[in-house]
Protein backbone atom coordinates (compact mmCIF):
# COMPACT_ATOMS: atom_id res chain seq x y z
CA UNK A 1 0.00 0.00 0.00
CA UNK A 2 1.69 3.55 -1.19
CA UNK A 3 1.66 6.27 1.40
CA UNK A 4 0.07 9.33 -0.37
CA UNK A 5 1.40 12.60 1.29
CA UNK A 6 -1.52 15.08 -0.26
CA UNK A 7 -0.08 18.23 -2.09
CA UNK A 8 -0.93 21.67 -0.81
CA UNK A 9 -3.82 23.85 -2.05
CA UNK A 10 -3.31 27.75 -2.67
CA UNK A 11 -6.33 29.85 -2.45
CA UNK A 12 -4.59 33.03 -3.79
CA UNK A 13 -6.43 34.43 -6.70
CA UNK A 14 -2.61 36.37 -7.70
CA UNK A 15 -0.76 33.50 -8.33
CA UNK A 16 -1.37 33.45 -11.89
CA UNK A 17 0.64 34.34 -15.23
CA UNK A 18 -0.06 37.99 -15.54
CA UNK A 19 0.97 38.72 -12.36
CA UNK A 20 4.19 36.64 -12.59
CA UNK A 21 4.77 38.61 -16.35
CA UNK A 22 4.28 41.75 -14.88
CA UNK A 23 6.86 41.28 -12.08
CA UNK A 24 8.79 39.39 -13.83
CA UNK A 25 9.51 42.26 -16.42
CA UNK A 26 10.27 44.42 -13.50
CA UNK A 27 12.65 42.30 -12.13
CA UNK A 28 14.37 41.68 -15.56
CA UNK A 29 15.05 44.75 -16.24
CA UNK A 30 16.39 45.30 -12.73
CA UNK A 31 18.67 42.40 -13.50
CA UNK A 32 19.55 43.85 -17.62
CA UNK A 33 21.00 47.08 -15.46
CA UNK A 34 22.44 45.36 -12.99
CA UNK A 35 24.49 42.86 -14.64
CA UNK A 36 25.98 45.20 -17.68
CA UNK A 37 26.86 47.78 -14.94
CA UNK A 38 28.51 45.10 -13.45
CA UNK A 39 30.21 43.76 -16.06
CA UNK A 40 31.90 47.17 -16.97
CA UNK A 41 32.84 47.64 -13.02
CA UNK A 42 34.26 44.56 -12.59
CA UNK A 43 36.10 44.74 -15.87
CA UNK A 44 37.67 48.08 -14.77
CA UNK A 45 38.54 46.61 -11.52
CA UNK A 46 39.89 43.11 -12.84
CA UNK A 47 40.14 43.85 -16.54
CA UNK A 48 41.00 41.13 -18.81
CA UNK A 49 44.86 41.01 -20.13
CA UNK A 50 43.26 41.78 -23.77
CA UNK A 51 42.06 44.78 -22.39
CA UNK A 52 44.11 46.18 -19.53
CA UNK A 53 46.05 48.41 -21.70
CA UNK A 54 43.19 50.29 -23.28
CA UNK A 55 40.67 50.96 -20.35
CA UNK A 56 39.79 54.41 -20.88
CA UNK A 57 40.80 57.20 -18.14
CA UNK A 58 37.57 58.85 -19.22
CA UNK A 59 34.76 59.86 -18.66
CA UNK A 60 36.24 60.72 -14.71
CA UNK A 61 32.61 59.51 -13.48
CA UNK A 62 32.20 56.54 -15.23
CA UNK A 63 33.38 54.07 -11.94
CA UNK A 64 30.83 56.23 -9.81
CA UNK A 65 27.82 55.79 -12.62
CA UNK A 66 28.38 51.61 -13.44
CA UNK A 67 29.06 50.67 -9.86
CA UNK A 68 26.55 53.23 -8.36
CA UNK A 69 23.73 51.75 -11.00
CA UNK A 70 24.73 48.44 -10.27
CA UNK A 71 24.35 48.58 -6.20
CA UNK A 72 20.50 50.50 -6.34
CA UNK A 73 19.74 47.95 -9.29
CA UNK A 74 20.68 45.11 -7.22
CA UNK A 75 18.89 46.39 -4.26
CA UNK A 76 16.05 47.51 -5.91
CA UNK A 77 15.80 43.34 -7.10
CA UNK A 78 15.46 42.25 -3.98
CA UNK A 79 11.65 43.68 -3.30
CA UNK A 80 11.10 42.13 -6.70
CA UNK A 81 12.69 38.79 -6.57
CA UNK A 82 10.51 38.38 -3.72
CA UNK A 83 7.33 38.87 -4.64
CA UNK A 84 8.24 37.28 -7.88
CA UNK A 85 9.30 34.25 -5.69
CA UNK A 86 5.85 35.23 -3.86
CA UNK A 87 3.63 34.83 -7.10
CA UNK A 88 5.33 31.57 -8.53
CA UNK A 89 6.06 29.39 -5.48
CA UNK A 90 2.63 27.36 -5.40
CA UNK A 91 4.45 25.46 -9.16
CA UNK A 92 6.86 23.86 -6.77
CA UNK A 93 4.33 21.69 -5.65
CA UNK A 94 2.65 20.90 -9.18
CA UNK A 95 2.43 16.75 -9.74
CA UNK A 96 4.26 15.03 -11.61
CA UNK A 97 7.31 17.41 -11.25
CA UNK A 98 8.06 16.83 -15.30
CA UNK A 99 5.35 16.62 -17.99
CA UNK A 100 7.53 17.18 -21.35
CA UNK A 101 10.83 18.14 -22.68
CA UNK A 102 9.87 21.56 -22.78
CA UNK A 103 8.31 21.71 -18.86
CA UNK A 104 11.87 19.93 -18.10
CA UNK A 105 13.90 23.18 -19.48
CA UNK A 106 11.67 25.64 -17.18
CA UNK A 107 12.11 23.46 -14.02
CA UNK A 108 15.92 23.39 -14.75
CA UNK A 109 15.76 27.42 -15.44
CA UNK A 110 14.16 27.76 -12.66
CA UNK A 111 15.79 25.95 -10.34
CA UNK A 112 19.25 27.82 -11.63
CA UNK A 113 17.42 30.75 -11.60
CA UNK A 114 16.33 30.76 -8.20
CA UNK A 115 19.64 29.49 -6.48
CA UNK A 116 22.07 31.99 -8.43
CA UNK A 117 19.36 34.95 -7.52
CA UNK A 118 19.60 34.36 -4.02
CA UNK A 119 22.97 33.94 -3.54
CA UNK A 120 23.65 36.66 -6.10
CA UNK A 121 21.16 39.13 -4.41
CA UNK A 122 22.14 38.12 -0.75
CA UNK A 123 25.91 38.06 -1.18
CA UNK A 124 25.86 41.23 -2.97
CA UNK A 125 23.86 43.15 -0.07
CA UNK A 126 26.22 41.90 2.55
CA UNK A 127 29.76 42.69 0.58
CA UNK A 128 28.30 46.41 1.07
CA UNK A 129 28.72 46.20 4.45
CA UNK A 130 31.88 44.03 3.92
CA UNK A 131 30.56 40.75 6.07
CA UNK A 132 31.65 37.81 4.41
CA UNK A 133 30.70 34.70 6.09
CA UNK A 134 31.82 32.71 3.52
CA UNK A 135 34.76 30.58 2.82
CA UNK A 136 35.23 31.43 -0.89
CA UNK A 137 36.55 35.02 -2.48
CA UNK A 138 33.73 36.99 -3.01
CA UNK A 139 34.28 39.13 -6.14
CA UNK A 140 35.21 35.72 -8.74
CA UNK A 141 32.20 33.75 -7.24
CA UNK A 142 29.90 37.04 -7.50
CA UNK A 143 31.01 37.28 -10.94
CA UNK A 144 30.68 33.98 -11.82
CA UNK A 145 27.03 33.77 -10.56
CA UNK A 146 25.93 36.97 -12.54
CA UNK A 147 26.69 34.61 -15.70
CA UNK A 148 24.79 31.75 -14.83
CA UNK A 149 21.81 33.92 -13.84
CA UNK A 150 21.41 35.82 -17.24
CA UNK A 151 21.84 32.49 -18.70
CA UNK A 152 19.29 30.72 -16.63
CA UNK A 153 17.13 33.96 -16.97
CA UNK A 154 17.24 33.42 -20.87
CA UNK A 155 16.47 30.47 -20.96
CA UNK A 156 13.33 30.91 -18.52
CA UNK A 157 12.53 33.78 -20.75
CA UNK A 158 12.66 31.39 -24.05
CA UNK A 159 10.60 28.14 -22.49
CA UNK A 160 8.21 30.46 -21.15
CA UNK A 161 7.91 33.10 -24.40
CA UNK A 162 4.19 31.81 -25.07
CA UNK A 163 2.50 32.45 -21.80
CA UNK A 164 5.15 35.75 -21.20
CA UNK A 165 3.34 36.92 -24.86
CA UNK A 166 -0.22 35.72 -24.00
CA UNK A 167 0.22 37.92 -20.39
CA UNK A 168 2.31 40.56 -21.63
CA UNK A 169 -0.35 43.41 -21.38
CA UNK A 170 -3.78 43.68 -19.50
CA UNK A 171 -5.29 43.62 -23.41
CA UNK A 172 -3.31 40.42 -24.16
CA UNK A 173 -5.38 37.33 -24.61
CA UNK A 174 -4.14 35.42 -21.55
CA UNK A 175 -4.76 38.44 -19.50
CA UNK A 176 -8.22 39.13 -20.98
CA UNK A 177 -9.31 34.94 -20.16
CA UNK A 178 -8.30 35.54 -16.40
CA UNK A 179 -11.42 36.80 -14.08
CA UNK A 180 -12.17 40.24 -14.25
CA UNK A 181 -12.72 40.75 -10.95
CA UNK A 182 -8.84 40.17 -10.12
CA UNK A 183 -7.47 43.23 -11.84
CA UNK A 184 -8.41 45.37 -9.17
CA UNK A 185 -6.61 43.20 -6.09
CA UNK A 186 -3.44 42.61 -9.19
CA UNK A 187 -3.07 46.56 -9.62
CA UNK A 188 -3.00 46.71 -5.61
CA UNK A 189 0.11 44.43 -5.68
CA UNK A 190 1.47 45.73 -8.03
CA UNK A 191 1.49 49.29 -6.99
CA UNK A 192 2.79 47.64 -3.23
CA UNK A 193 5.56 46.10 -5.08
CA UNK A 194 6.53 49.27 -7.07
CA UNK A 195 6.13 51.77 -3.36
CA UNK A 196 8.74 49.13 -1.86
CA UNK A 197 10.68 49.13 -4.65
CA UNK A 198 10.86 52.83 -4.60
CA UNK A 199 11.54 52.91 -1.03
CA UNK A 200 14.08 51.07 -0.28
CA UNK A 201 16.11 52.43 -3.53
CA UNK A 202 15.60 55.94 -2.26
CA UNK A 203 16.46 55.13 1.40
CA UNK A 204 20.35 53.68 -0.13
CA UNK A 205 20.91 55.90 -3.25
CA UNK A 206 22.01 58.24 -2.08
CA UNK A 207 25.56 56.63 -0.67
CA UNK A 208 26.10 57.87 -4.17
CA UNK A 209 23.75 60.04 -5.83
CA UNK A 210 24.54 62.74 -3.52
CA UNK A 211 21.52 64.86 -4.17
CA UNK A 212 19.56 62.29 -2.68
CA UNK A 213 21.76 61.61 0.50
CA UNK A 214 19.47 63.51 3.13
CA UNK A 215 17.35 60.27 2.34
CA UNK A 216 20.20 57.84 3.09
CA UNK A 217 18.57 55.90 6.09
CA UNK A 218 19.12 52.25 5.19
CA UNK A 219 22.89 52.34 3.08
CA UNK A 220 26.00 51.76 5.14
CA UNK A 221 27.67 54.41 4.24
CA UNK A 222 26.48 58.35 4.07
CA UNK A 223 28.88 59.97 1.95
CA UNK A 224 29.25 63.37 4.37
CA UNK A 225 30.37 61.19 7.17
CA UNK A 226 34.20 60.74 6.80
CA UNK A 227 37.53 62.26 7.75
CA UNK A 228 37.82 65.40 5.67
CA UNK A 229 34.64 64.78 4.43
CA UNK A 230 35.14 61.73 2.81
CA UNK A 231 33.96 58.61 3.95
CA UNK A 232 37.11 55.77 4.99
CA UNK A 233 36.87 52.34 3.36
CA UNK A 234 39.98 50.96 5.14
CA UNK A 235 41.70 52.81 8.03
CA UNK A 236 45.80 52.74 8.35
CA UNK A 237 45.49 50.43 11.40
CA UNK A 238 43.42 48.06 9.51
CA UNK A 239 46.03 48.54 6.42
CA UNK A 240 48.41 48.01 9.48
CA UNK A 241 50.28 51.05 8.22
CA UNK A 242 53.02 52.57 10.59
CA UNK A 243 52.91 56.30 11.96
CA UNK A 244 54.68 57.66 9.11
CA UNK A 245 58.19 59.28 9.29
CA UNK A 246 58.17 62.12 7.35
CA UNK A 247 62.25 62.57 7.89
CA UNK A 248 62.49 59.36 6.78
CA UNK A 249 60.09 59.03 4.25
CA UNK A 250 60.82 58.30 0.61
CA UNK A 251 59.06 58.02 -3.04
CA UNK A 252 60.95 55.75 -4.88
CA UNK A 253 60.42 55.75 -8.21
CA UNK A 254 62.13 53.31 -10.58
CA UNK A 255 62.64 53.49 -14.55
CA UNK A 256 65.29 54.29 -17.31
CA UNK A 257 66.39 57.26 -14.89
CA UNK A 258 65.66 56.15 -11.60
CA UNK A 259 65.51 58.36 -8.47
CA UNK A 260 64.16 58.89 -4.93
CA UNK A 261 62.51 61.72 -3.19
CA UNK A 262 61.93 63.36 -0.02
CA UNK A 263 58.34 64.42 1.00
CA UNK A 264 59.47 67.93 0.91
CA UNK A 265 61.31 67.66 -2.44
CA UNK A 266 57.84 65.98 -3.61
CA UNK A 267 56.21 69.14 -2.51
CA UNK A 268 58.44 71.25 -4.27
CA UNK A 269 57.53 69.58 -7.85
CA UNK A 270 54.63 71.76 -10.09
CA UNK A 271 51.56 70.64 -8.19
CA UNK A 272 47.78 70.31 -9.68
CA UNK A 273 44.36 70.68 -8.47
CA UNK A 274 41.63 67.59 -10.09
CA UNK A 275 38.25 66.98 -8.76
CA UNK A 276 37.50 63.46 -8.89
CA UNK A 277 35.19 60.96 -7.14
CA UNK A 278 36.14 58.30 -4.59
CA UNK A 279 33.67 55.39 -5.93
CA UNK A 280 33.97 51.95 -4.08
CA UNK A 281 32.78 48.70 -4.78
CA UNK A 282 30.39 48.56 -1.75
CA UNK A 283 28.24 51.06 -4.06
CA UNK A 284 29.15 54.44 -1.68
CA UNK A 285 31.01 57.46 -3.92
CA UNK A 286 31.47 61.13 -3.67
CA UNK A 287 33.24 63.99 -5.15
CA UNK A 288 36.25 65.49 -3.31
CA UNK A 289 38.94 68.27 -4.85
CA UNK A 290 42.43 66.41 -4.38
CA UNK A 291 45.72 68.10 -5.24
CA UNK A 292 49.29 67.01 -5.55
CA UNK A 293 52.25 65.94 -8.36
CA UNK A 294 50.90 64.43 -12.15
CA UNK A 295 52.13 60.82 -12.91
CA UNK A 296 52.86 61.82 -15.99
CA UNK A 297 55.52 64.14 -14.55
CA UNK A 298 56.83 61.38 -12.81
CA UNK A 299 57.33 58.88 -15.32
CA UNK A 300 58.78 61.89 -17.71
CA UNK A 301 61.32 62.11 -15.18
CA UNK A 302 62.05 58.37 -14.86
CA UNK A 303 62.24 58.32 -18.80
CA UNK A 304 59.13 56.10 -19.18
CA UNK A 305 58.01 55.38 -22.88
CA UNK A 306 54.38 56.86 -23.71
CA UNK A 307 52.89 53.20 -23.54
CA UNK A 308 54.21 52.26 -20.48
CA UNK A 309 52.47 50.29 -17.43
CA UNK A 310 52.97 51.28 -14.35
CA UNK A 311 53.00 49.44 -10.96
CA UNK A 312 52.23 51.40 -7.95
CA UNK A 313 53.66 49.50 -4.92
CA UNK A 314 51.75 50.61 -0.90
CA UNK A 315 53.20 50.21 2.92
CA UNK A 316 50.13 48.43 3.69
CA UNK A 317 50.61 45.06 5.50
CA UNK A 318 47.23 43.91 5.26
CA UNK A 319 45.03 43.27 2.20
CA UNK A 320 45.40 42.05 -1.29
CA UNK A 321 45.65 45.64 -2.97
CA UNK A 322 49.16 46.67 -1.63
CA UNK A 323 50.57 46.32 -5.05
CA UNK A 324 48.32 47.64 -7.77
CA UNK A 325 49.14 48.35 -11.29
CA UNK A 326 47.10 50.68 -13.91
CA UNK A 327 47.93 51.27 -17.84
CA UNK A 328 49.42 53.85 -19.94
CA UNK A 329 46.06 55.73 -20.45
CA UNK A 330 45.47 56.42 -16.87
CA UNK A 331 49.15 56.81 -16.23
CA UNK A 332 49.41 59.74 -19.09
CA UNK A 333 45.61 61.18 -17.93
CA UNK A 334 46.62 64.84 -16.91
CA UNK A 335 44.16 64.23 -13.95
CA UNK A 336 45.99 61.26 -12.45
CA UNK A 337 48.12 62.57 -9.75
CA UNK A 338 50.35 61.20 -6.38
CA UNK A 339 47.67 63.43 -4.16
CA UNK A 340 49.46 65.13 -1.46
CA UNK A 341 46.34 66.79 -0.38
CA UNK A 342 42.48 66.39 0.06
CA UNK A 343 39.51 68.98 0.26
CA UNK A 344 42.80 71.55 1.28
CA UNK A 345 44.07 70.24 3.72
CA UNK A 346 47.46 67.41 4.20
CA UNK A 347 46.01 63.85 3.89
CA UNK A 348 45.26 62.18 7.02
CA UNK A 349 46.72 58.59 7.91
CA UNK A 350 43.68 57.00 7.20
CA UNK A 351 43.32 58.70 3.62
CA UNK A 352 47.12 57.76 3.07
CA UNK A 353 49.15 60.24 4.32
CA UNK A 354 51.54 60.96 2.92
CA UNK A 355 51.00 59.85 -0.64
CA UNK A 356 48.05 57.91 -2.59
CA UNK A 357 46.84 57.85 -6.08
CA UNK A 358 44.08 59.49 -7.62
CA UNK A 359 43.02 58.50 -10.86
CA UNK A 360 39.64 59.24 -12.97
CA UNK A 361 37.08 56.54 -13.50
CA UNK A 362 39.08 54.26 -11.16
CA UNK A 363 38.03 51.67 -8.56
CA UNK A 364 38.32 53.25 -4.94
CA UNK A 365 40.38 49.76 -4.08
CA UNK A 366 42.79 50.75 -6.80
CA UNK A 367 43.27 54.35 -5.20
CA UNK A 368 45.90 53.17 -3.59
CA UNK A 369 47.38 54.53 -0.38
CA UNK A 370 49.90 54.87 1.21
CA UNK A 371 52.20 54.64 -1.74
CA UNK A 372 55.92 54.88 -1.08
CA UNK A 373 57.18 53.48 -4.61
CA UNK A 374 56.48 53.26 -8.53
CA UNK A 375 57.93 51.13 -10.97
CA UNK A 376 58.19 51.64 -14.60
CA UNK A 377 56.55 48.29 -16.46
Known amino acids: MKLRVPLPRFSGRLHDARTATAIGRWLAA?????FLTGVISHWLQHPPGWLADDLPSRPSWGYRLTQGLHVASGIAAIPLLLAKLWTVYPRLFEWPPVRSARHALERL???????AAVLEVFSGLLNTVQW??????????HYALAWVFVGAML??????????KAHWSRRSAG???????DGPDRR???????????AVTLATAGQSFTPLKRFDLLAPRHPDHGQQGLPVNRTAVAAAVAVVNVQQWRLTVAGPRPYVLTLDELRALRQYDATLPIACVEGWSKSAHWSGVRIRDLLDRAGAPPEARLRVVSMEQEGGYAVTEMGHTYARDELTLLALRLNGGVLSPDHGFPARIIAPNRPGVLQTKWVHRLEVL
Open 132 to 141: YPWPFSFVPV
Open 155 to 164: LHVAVKAPEI
Open 109 to 115: SVALLVA
Open 188 to 198: ALLTGVAAAVG
Open 30 to 34: AVVVC
Open 175 to 181: TLALPAE
